[in-house]
């Protein structure tokens, strides 16, 4: 049996930590829920994240729940894939910006967008600022490529990219080279074309 298990919908959040998981390379179990059923707020889900959310992820007993922890927690728990930037480097304070820098800035900015509100907030109130700096501050990062740490593919291009590719088919972000030439070179990544076949067997 393996050490880790998926709480999963499909389609959801959860999508990108299987993604993460298929780029770690290890065995894992998917514990499959229906969000339409209601399976998430059901008393047996509630005790493995009492919020009601996927994904979750359970490792030798450990419950780690929100994406940007679950990815960066499989990074750092399998180093030898190399898909963090190592404790003690320079570079992992630019690492771990951008793997909070998708749940804080830029998937609010996107939401607050498709779903924007009848009054304008002040930019203040607003954890990301305005839409357009976070687009453009992405789009900087991205566009000498291939990844956000350069060479390196990291779990911050997983949290970042599954946002990036999501909004782009969704048509929530501007169409800009930057994002579409960094979302095909997500799409071309084997662990991304496996969890995505994955997915749609699990939702058939």
């Not at 910006?97 to 930019?123: M, N, Q, Y």
């Not at 740490?149 to 909004?167: K, L, P, Y």
Request: a neutral charge; aromatic letters at 8%; glycine letters at 6%.
């Amino acid at each position: 049996m393996p050490d880790l298990t998926l709480y999963h919908a499909t389609p959801s959040r959860s999508s990108v930590v299987l993604w993460m998981l298929e780029e770690i390379g290890e065995p894992y179990d998917i514990h499959l829920l229906s969000l339409s059923a209601g399976d998430n707020l059901k008393p047996d889900y509630l005790a493995v994240n009492p919020m009601g959310k996927v994904p979750a992820l359970s490792h030798n007993g450990t419950v780690i729940t929100e994406v940007a922890a679950i990815c960066t927690y499989l990074a750092d728990a399998f180093p030898q894939k190399n898909l963090a930037v190592p404790i003690g480097t320079p570079r992992r304070g630019v690492y771990l910006k951008w793997l909070f820098f998708g749940p804080g800035c830029l998937e609010p900015a996107v939401i607050d967008r498709a779903a924007p509100r009848k009054e304008a907030p002040r930019r203040a109130m607003l954890g990301y600022g305005d839409f357009d700096t976070t687009m453009d501050v992405i789009a900087k990062a991205v566009e000498k490529g291939p990844w956000l740490m350069g060479e390196q593919f990291t779990a911050a291009d997983v949290v970042i990219g599954a946002n990036i590719r999501w909004a782009t088919i969704f048509k929530l972000i501007p169409e800009r080279k930057e994002f579409v030439d960094y979302a095909a070179r997500i799409a071309a990544r084997p662990a991304a074309q496996r969890a995505e076949a994955k997915d749609k067997e699990l939702a058939g």
